[in-house]
């Protein structure tokens, strides 16, 4: 029996996003994702895209109209290759990326020091969760807003056939520094998927 199809023929949605511990963890994010972010949240000045991969964001940032900044650990063919957001001392204006799933607090520290003015992370929501994470980030410094998916974002390995539904919830955290103290949550209206895949 083939155990990618459920009883009923329809696709499994896929399990986990399964992430490369020792490598370099490469998961293109779907343009739409980006668009909902910036249909929402206004970036005044340059944009920093620090973890690039292929560009699949940056192109979708360059429709703000500001001028973007590509890089990445990995050189995968675009933006700028071999920077190491964790140890950089590069500062922007905003910063928006998907960080390496097995990166994603290092990546909210440097972000945080970074970012003059925006720093936004696409990461499960369930991100919000854990002891350490309250102590060593949302204590100090939460983020301004969270914007929830009201539709599942499903990540592939470039290059890979896309099939079935994701199961894991994301969210945009967005740091403001011009924002007041607080964190508000929000929601994307669906149609995004739809509209801009």
């Known amino acids: 029996m083939d155990a990618t199809y459920n009883l009923n023929g329809g696709f499994k949605p ?3 996003r399964f992430a490369d511990l020792d490598g370099p963890d490469f998961f293109p994010t779907p343009c739409w994702a980006t668009h909902a972010l910036i ?3 206004r970036f005044d000045g340059d ?3 620090s973890a690039c991969g292929n560009g699949a964001m940056s192109d979708v940032l360059e429709l703000t109209g500001n001028r973007v900044e ?3 650990l990995h050189n995968r063919g ?3 290759g071999g920077v190491d957001f964790l140890a950089t001392q590069r500062r922007a204006a905003n910063i928006v990326t998907n960080p390496p799933y097995n990166a994603a607090e290092g990546f909210v520290q440097s972000g ?6 925006k720093f936004a992370l696409l990461l499960r929501l369930a991100f919000l969760e854990g002891a350490n994470r309250q102590r ?12 929830v998916f009201s539709e599942r974002i499903t990540f592939y390995p470039a290059g890979a056939i896309q099939k079935g539904t994701g199961t894991t919830a994301y969210a ?3 740091w403001d520094k011009n924002a007041s103290n607080g964190t508000e949550l929000k929601w994307f209206k669906p149609g995004y998927k739809a509209r801009y895949s």
């Open 70 to 72: 590509s890089s990445d």
């Open 78 to 80: 675009y933006g700028e």
């Open 172 to 174: 945009w955290f967005v």
């Open 136 to 147: 060593t980030i949302f204590t100090d410094a939460p983020p301004s807003r969270v914007w």
């Open 14 to 16: 896929t399990i986990k």
């Open 47 to 49: 944009i920093w895209e």
């Open 39 to 41: 249909d929402n949240e």
């Open 112 to 117: 945080l020091k970074s970012a003059e003015s």
